[in-house]
T-cell receptor
């Protein structure tokens, strides 16, 4: 079946550091890929998405590129802020009647 | 456009009681999914409703049930509560345009079972 694997957290960085959170997936066909973010005490918010190979999703300085050859969708940001501290979830969906598959989440802690 | 709303936001119950949680999806969205989130198990899928029909179901006991109304609002019910049911319950609605399924989440209902 479908699966999403994320790097274990927490990831701890200083403000203005470069961020990479790895995500790889297993799925048949051509899924859409997503990153969601969950701030403390809140629900998940869609951060960015990509629907086909080589697409780059971007939002709020975050980027991720859909790499079909490596089945990856790594999240990157050039300069993190304290306000980026949250849990990040990678997910895939094959649309239609299929339920999205989520990774276990990666906690990011950014220190001033 | 208003987002997904969930009520109540917080709930405290005791073992053996039952609880009903409510979710109002984004206007025009016909699919509503429910998830349970706990520190140990992460995000686990409960069930999905589409046009008042349960279309998908996760691996949870029959104590967990749900329904969807004609206006797409959904409720989930947990009967005979157990301590392990303490969790954040998230509702998500989606639009199926273009064949890809972006889910939009509500803020969740935090349930504590004592």
């Amino acid at each position: 079946g479908d699966s999403v694997t994320q790097m274990e957290g927490p990831v701890t960085l200083s403000e203005e550091a470069f961020l990479t959170i790895n995500c790889t997936y297993t799925a048949t066909g051509y899924p859409s890929l997503f990153w969601y973010v969950q701030y403390p005490g809140e629900g998940l918010q869609l951060l960015l998405k990509a629907t086909k190979a080589d697409d780059k999703g971007s939002n709020k300085g975050f980027e991720a590129t859909y790499r079909k050859e490596t089945t990856s969708f790594h999240l990157e940001k050039g300069s993190v802020q304290v306000s980026d501290s949250a849990v990040y979830f990678c997910a895939l969906s094959r649309g239609g009647s299929y339920i999205p598959t989520f990774g276990r989440g990666t906690s990011l802690i950014v220190h001033p | 456009k208003a987002g997904v709303t969930q009520t109540p936001r917080y709930l405290i119950k005791t073992r053996g009681q039952q609880v009903t949680l409510s979710c109002s999806p984004i206007s025009g969205h016909r699919s509503v999914s429910w998830y349970q989130q706990t520190p140990g198990q992460g995000l686990q899928f409960l069930f999905e409703y589409f046009s008042e029909t349960q279309r998908n179901k996760g691996n949870f006991p029959g104590r967990f049930s749900g329904r969807q109304f004609s206006n797409s609002r959904s409720e989930m019910n947990v009967s005979t509560l157990e301590l392990g049911d303490s969790a954040l319950y998230l509702c998500a609605s989606s639009s199926l345009s273009g064949g890809e399924e972006t889910q939009y989440f509500g803020p969740g209902t935090r349930l504590l079972v004592l």
